[in-house]
């Protein structure tokens, strides 16, 4: 879990499923849009982050995998496709959205520790003795802040609905203040280029997006063709099972011929793999009933096909 | 024996009735078959079993009474034929009106045929029951045998033992004819008086041949009907 604030909404909750993301992406570089996108997925999150719309980061991570650029966009687009997730997008300053950028590939100092327990003191003591750069993401259950320093010195607070770094502390102390806040401190290395490179000029996004469409598309045909096997299957085995039965009924009332006349009547069906129903019986009992009638009287033929219909009830 | 011409005639009226209506009330297979026994009443009980009758003087009613009876037996062995058929391969084609007309075609055709050659004096009428009996003779064997393969192949159907009946009925059949043509072979009529141990035989044998034949004809059709209720 990816733990951000939220900036300033631009959409919410959509189903990145039923969106074109080679698409959606490009009109975010058109539209020199800055901030992130959020794909939250059941196997994991996906962040990719936009500076006036160069998409400087792809970050995709789960408890097993920490895949970034070409990688994490791959990975973004597959578990789009599979159409149980939510994408979030928000707008975020320039500044901030790079703030985001080297939080997000900065390295974990601390994880998860309660602020009940810690001497918060101290360590900010110590970012500002170590000159360290990074931030200390402050989180509860509902909310999360950050507060960003840079060479030991704090640069700003951002929380939930914030576009810019802040310099006010008040929501930040509110988060810290409520039960169970915890706090992660991350640090990054160098002070970092400010203009990164844009991945959708070296990716070929559309050409990912096609493979995640492609690859999805096989895994679907795969599931069916599994699916209409196992139908088949089962289909196959149904229609043995009533034509054992009514070859045995026939044989009761109609003796060898009877018998024969159902293994005719049934391959005049030509059910080719097709289901086997009331309405495709219909025409061959009325075949039957007429070869039947040849060697028995209509109340025997009757109580026959009676018991291959209740039969077949007995079967479906 | 004028008396036993009638019960003749009233045990062939039974079996034809029988025989007409089961044609009616049955699988298109059975028309053929049926319509055949239905036949041997028109074609020989009427000129045969009642000649105070009128008109039956005539050569040509006689004529016809022989060779209707020829299509007779044609028919109904064209129908085991059929049944034949349709036991090995379950595969059975025609309408029942078809048989209706074809016979009644076949029949009108015989009458035609007749009409426009000489009238037929005793040798040509001698000459045409031969035929007719020779036809009975030969493919009543041949019926019994081709019933029994349809016996052995539908024996445990409801229908099965209905089949047996039509053996005895044939093997009846094939006495009365038998006999038939063996005293027309030999004109034993005329000689009977120099083999009177053989025409006797062979007149008992006509006659009883005759007599359980019919009897047999309608009781099949009824214990059928019974069958395929």
Known sequence: MILLPRGNPVKENINPGKVNLAD????????????????????????????????????????????????????????????AGN????????????????????????????????????????????????????????????????????????????????TTANSSLSVAKEPGAKVDVLVTRGAGEKSLADLMETADVAGLWGNAVAERRRQREEREGAASKTLEMRESDRREKTLTLFQQVAQVHLGKIGTSLVDKEFEKLKLNGSQIDESVLNGFYDNLSKGAKLVAGPSKIDKMLEEMKRGFKGLS | MEMFQVVLAVFWLIAGVVSFYFSIGNARVWTSIAVGFFLILLGEIIPGALPFLPGLSNPYVLAMGHIIGTLSILIMSHGFQEYYVFTRTLEFEGSKLHVYLAVI?????????????????????????????????????????????????????????????????????????????????????????????????????????????????????????????
């Open chain 1, 24 to 83: 959606a992406l490009g009109k975010m570089r058109q539209g020199k849009f800055t901030g992130y996108m959020r794909f939250d997925f059941p196997e994991g999150t996906g962040i990719f982050i936009y500076q006036e719309g160069r998409l400087i980061s792809a970050l995709y991570e789960n408890d097993r995998e920490h895949l970034i650029a070409y990688d994490a966009i791959a990975r973004t687009f597959h578990e789009a496709l599979t159409g």
């Open chain 1, 87 to 166: 994408l979030n997008i928000y707008r975020l300053s320039t500044e901030l959205a790079y703030s985001i950028h080297t939080l997000l590939h900065g390295e974990m100092l601390h994880k998860g520790q309660d602020l009940q327990l810690i001497d918060i003191k101290s360590l900010l003591v110590r970012m500002r003795e170590e000159k360290r750069s990074g931030c200390l993401r402050i989180y509860s259950k509902e909310h999360i802040a950050l507060i960003f320093y840079r060479d030991g010195n704090p640069l700003g607070f951002f929380h939930d609905g914030s576009t810019d770094i802040e």
């Open chain 2, 105 to 229: 075609g076949v029949i009108g055709a015989s009458l035609v045929f007749l009409m426009i050659n000489p009238t037929p004096d005793k040798e040509v009428l001698r000459v045409i029951r031969i035929v007719e009996n020779t036809n009975w003779v030969f493919l009543s064997l041949i019926n019994i045998d081709l019933i029994r393969k349809i016996y052995l192949n539908i024996k445990d159907t409801p229908i099965g033992n209905g089949f047996v009946c039509f053996m005895a009925v044939f093997a009846r059949i094939f006495l009365w004819k038998g006999s038939q043509l063996y005293i027309d072979v030999f004109s034993l009529e005329q000689i009977k008086d120099a083999y009177p141990i053989r025409y006797e035989i062979s007149y008992w044998g006509k006659n009883l041949g005759n007599f359980f034949a019919s009897i047999s004809v309608g009781g099949t059709f009824l214990y059928l009907g019974k069958l395929l209720r």
